[in-house]
């Protein structure tokens, strides 16, 4: 249920160690695998091998082992292979050096040399290139020399339209991270864009994803298509963990009550109420109530403050109105607590703060709120806000919580700033959900849904057209119309919400093209997605 595994450089090496140690596994054996499989996605990429001209750089470690594996079967299959070795032969150890042997030995053409020359020869020359010059041990940053090889395959591969292929990780990539690791590039010095890490078509990654390889959407720029080869690492030891990071995948994903019981009726899923809105900011409100409903919640209740009641009931149709009690801002105040407290505890859970506004009674209503509720609830916006002024009111709340920050409220939460909290978006995700006791959703272009017992899952659908305002408001309310359909942990509908709602901008992206998409358009295709999750999923539900 939890989905594909993602793992650091670190928790790797300790996975394969055991395999070896535990299972009697030889580890010369996985590196076998592992060149085996860039084999196979070569044959793939270019359909014939025979007769083509390959270049294999490799490196001095096992990630260039893993290069003389596949380079020796290209051979066999017909290929015309030059190893370009950028290593010291004589310092050649372990797996890495029994593969050097066993290629001398068949005769394989292998350049010691370092030149870049001659590499930018066979370079020009060729059909394919295969990366396996750093792996996932390389942290700081790149040697020149490296850096230059790096330059010069992306160069050849980019301008002269040769495909590359990655071996485990791009070569340059931080495997933790996704952070390119050569020089930085300066006006003065474009050129080095080359040397960051190498560009490829396709990365053949062994048993599990590395983290760099999908935390961060621009890596795909260095990735190309991601494939995961088996290579014959124990389930066991994939999965056999407490708590992990996994990637969200659309056969993992649940619904609720699915499929749904014959004699069901509407309050047979759930009622939800949305507390939402103040002068100025009704849409939000809006989009939040209509994502409910869109997301199968079998009643939706805006709760708005009073003077916007008629508004609000212009605006929504299917969706029913209650009006409160207001402050002198037009918002939620203090003056509406008791009516919304009143209302809450009837009902199966809520979603709060979409457009609320930031006066100081609207702060302090929020925050009392939250003490105060003992329903599920998904906390969003400037509900956000008011939680910063005083972060001890998430360990007195009663009821479970999601909140749903972007990186600007993510930093407002912690205290710190956007930068800091983009350069490790999941550990501060994983350890805000962890101190506070709820989930954490980072939205983002790989947004992530951290729960408080450790585990993580990162997200891949979506699109940069959904970068419009509005859109957050549309996934708090299909969250709150999830959450109240069905009891299971929180983070179930929370990875369900995130994965639909990023479906929908693709599909209406595709339909309408990035630049114009609005949020609302994502309220159109929600159905479409939902539609082809409703084919019932053989997964325990827990």
């Known amino acids: 249920m939890f989905g594909m595994r993602v793992v650091t450089a670190q928790e790797m ?37 025979e007769f083509r001209q390959v270049v294999v750089v490799a490196g001095p470690g096992n990630n260039g082992g893993d290069g003389f594996v596949a380079a020796r079967h290209l051979h ?92 485990d990780i791009p070569s340059g990539l931080d495997a933790d991270t996704g952070r390119a690791l050569g020089p930085k590039v300066t006006q003065q010095n474009p050129e080095l864009f080359w040397q960051s890490a190498v560009q490829a078509d396709v990365t053949v990654t062994f048993a599990c994803p590395k983290l760099g390889l999908v935390v961060d959407a621009d ?51 759930g009622h939800l109420a949305v507390v939402a809105g103040s002068v100025g900011m009704t849409g939000a409100a809006t989009l939040a109530a209509e994502a409910a409903l869109r997301g199968g919640a079998g009643l939706v209740t805006l709760l708005v403050p009073e003077s ?49 506004g930031r006066d100081e009674d609207t702060v302090a209503f929020t925050q009392e709120l939250i003490r105060r509720i003992d329903k599920p609830a998904v906390v969003d916006a400037d509900a956000l806000y008011a939680i910063s002024r005083d972060l001890s009111v998430l360990k007195e709340c009663k009821g479970q ?3 749903t920050p972007h990186p600007g409220e993510m930093a407002m939460l912690l205290g710190t700033s956007i930068d800091a909290v983009q350069s490790n978006r999941l550990e501060a995700a994983r350890k805000f959900a962890q101190d506070y006791g709820v989930i954490l959703v980072l939205k983002g272009a790989r947004t992530i849904i951290a729960e408080p017992g450790g585990n993580a899952f990162l997200n891949t659908t979506g699109t940069p057209g959904m970068a419009t305002g ?17 009891e299971m942990p929180l983070w179930t509908w929370a990875n369900t919400a995130v994965f639909v709602h990023g479906k929908a901008g693709e599909l209406a992206s595709e339909e309408l093209g ?29």
Request: glycine share 10%.
């Open 13 to 49: 090496r300790e996975m394969d160690g055991r395999a070896t140690e535990i299972y009697g596994i030889p580890s010369v054996l996985l590196m076998e695998n592992a060149g085996r499989a860039v084999y196979d996605a070569a044959v793939e990429l270019l359909e014939d091998v």
């Open 76 to 167: 066999n299959a017909g290929a015309f292979v030059t190893i370009f070795y950028f290593g010291d032969r004589e310092s050649a150890k372990g797996d890495a050096l029994t593969n050097i042997e066993i290629a001398e030995k068949m005769g394989l053409e292998i350049d010691s040399s370092r030149d870049l020359d001659a590499l930018d020869a066979a370079l020009d020359n060729c059909g394919l290139i295969i990366d396996a010059l750093l792996g996932t041990g390389v942290s700081g940053e790149l040697r020149p020399e490296m850096a230059a090889v790096i330059g010069r395959m992306n160069q050849h591969h980019v301008r002269g339209r040769v495909p590359l292929i990655a071996v």
């Open 219 to 269: 890596t795909e720029i260095y990735t190309g298509a991601i494939v995961v080869a088996d290579i014959g690492t124990p389930k066991e030891e994939i999965y056999g963990i407490e708590t992990g990071v996994f990637l969200l995948e659309e056969d993992n994903i649940l619904l609720p009550n699915n499929p749904r019981p014959a004699g069901a009726h509407k309050g047979t899923f």
């Open 308 to 356: 916007l009641n008629d508004i609000m009931e212009v605006k929504v149709t299917e969706a029913m109105t209650i009006p409160v009690p207001e402050g002198k801002a037009r918002a939620f105040g203090m003056a509406s607590l008791d009516k919304v407290l009143e209302y809450v505890g009837k009902w199966d859970g809520a979603v709060i703060g979409p457009g609320f």
């Open 401 to 403: 919580l999601v909140l």
């Open 470 to 486: 509005g859109t957050g408001d549309v996934l708090t309310g299909l969250l709150g119309g999830l959450v109240v359909q069905e």
């Open 514 to 542: 990035e630049s114009a998409m609005i949020a609302s358009d994502l309220l159109k295709y929600l159905p479409a997605v939902l539609k082809e999750l409703e084919i019932p999923r053989q997964i325990e539900r827990e």
